[in-house]
């Protein structure tokens, strides 16, 4: 399995509910669920699927990174370079028009940690 993190933002909502609704608007996917987990912050996170690719969304609690409090992890059965490839799409495409503000972090939690901001 592989993985994209994103940390985002989208200033017209303060809520997970409302940023989840709408990035999975923006990507279309168009089924998604709360789903309860003590792993994430406020014990939630929202799950999609489009296709090959599987999105958690969750409150981010990553230090360092407060103007994006939302985290997006998308993850696949793909090749790497493919869902890198396919998920950039996405968020050039889908998410950035609707004003996301969106950085894909490479290392994401380690101390070699880098974050690239689309």
């Given at each position: ?12 909502v303060?809520?997970l509910d409302a ?10 996917v ?18 999609g ?6 999105f ?19 993850s ?31 290392d ?11």
């Open positions: 399995m592989n993985f994209v993190n994103l940390l985002g933002s989208l200033p017209t303060s809520a940023f989840a609704r709408t990035f999975f608007d923006a990507v279309g168009r089924g998604f669920e709360q789903r309860e987990s003590s792993n994430f912050p406020e014990g939630r996170y929202f799950k699927i489009k296709g090959d690719l599987h958690k969304i969750s409150l981010s609690d990553e230090a360092g990174h407060d103007d994006l409090p939302y985290w997006v992890q998308v696949s059965g793909i090749e790497a370079d493919k869902l890198l490839m396919t998920v950039n799409s996405l968020v050039v495409e889908g998410a950035l028009p609707r004003g996301f503000r969106l950085s894909r972090m490479i994401f939690g380690k101390r070699s940690e880098r974050r690239l901001d689309y």
